[in-house]
């Protein structure tokens, strides 16, 4: 009885901690190449601070997991096994991470490909350089590209590499996992009204003391007459905005952009930024480059059979800017 009491009472002071005596607290940190930027509530300092650093630890474990750009990390010690016969076991983040990736490259038959590494380093030595491949160069590295040639086997949860001289690239779906898994630990420290935001991708918990959701706006495209900004509202979900606004690359007067279209090999030219809204955030941030490359018709018909998800494209064509939204798609 006496033991009821306590727990009761300890129940009171921890778990019912009434909404105005929650207190917004914001962190920021660099992790993954981008600002990681952490809003939530919590009773006191001590508890946020110990929360916000438990969840950029877990994004740090996930960049030593996911990244291509250390030499050590275990995908990139999976993409050095390509070509050698034999099937790698891989950690579970790696797993629901690769999973979800395949899942997506076999839906739009390989608009979105995660072996598309080659071709990203091409593009990145031709943003360096300044210089378009050659067609050999370009040839020798698509040989390299393509998820058919990438197998899972879900018994074993691993992965075989068929090619040799493959290597894989998450960008376009590890930052929505890293918000996502840093959303789980602050719900498990005791903080689940958050919201994390790397760069383009943001996935929120639940809302602030007393509100509907997180208000996040996406900014404006940055081309001539493009719309103004666009508030949203989350809750229990994510949003990941892609676009060329930062990562291009100008030769000859046309602008290739970081996304690639692993069927021609070289960056897209047309202009385009895709906002998505999903359950989570690995699914957006998926999402949002599958429907750059896929474009605004096969893009929106790929959304529209996503349970859950929305998108609104901002893209120029000859000359003009549009927007389409999808059916579920809404903001301010
Ligand atoms: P995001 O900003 O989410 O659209 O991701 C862009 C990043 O995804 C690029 O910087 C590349 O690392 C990678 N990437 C480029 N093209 C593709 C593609 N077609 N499929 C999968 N990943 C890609
Ligand atoms: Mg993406």
Redesign the pocket.
Known sequence: MRLLVILALLWSSVGCVSADELRRFVYERAEMGVPFRITLYAAGEELARAAAEAAFERVEVLNSILS?YENDTELNRLARSSGKGKAVPVSTDLWRVLEA?QAL?VKTEG????T??P??NL?RRTRRQQELPSAELLAEMRRRVGYHQMRLDPATRSIELLTAEMRL?????A??YAVDEALVVLKARGCPAALVAAS??IAAGDPPPGQAGWRVQIAAMDAPNAPPPVTITLANSAV?T??DTF?FVQIGGVRYS?????RTGVGLTERIM?SVVAPYGMLA??L???V??LGAERGLALVESTPGAAARIVQVREGKVEVVESTRWKSE
């Open positions: 291509d990736s490259a608009a979105f490909d995660v598309v590494a071709l990203v593009w690239d998450l960008g376009a779906i930052k929505g383009g991708d990941a892609s676009g990562q970081h996304i690639l279209d692993p895709v941030d998926g949002d480059t599958a750059s490359v």
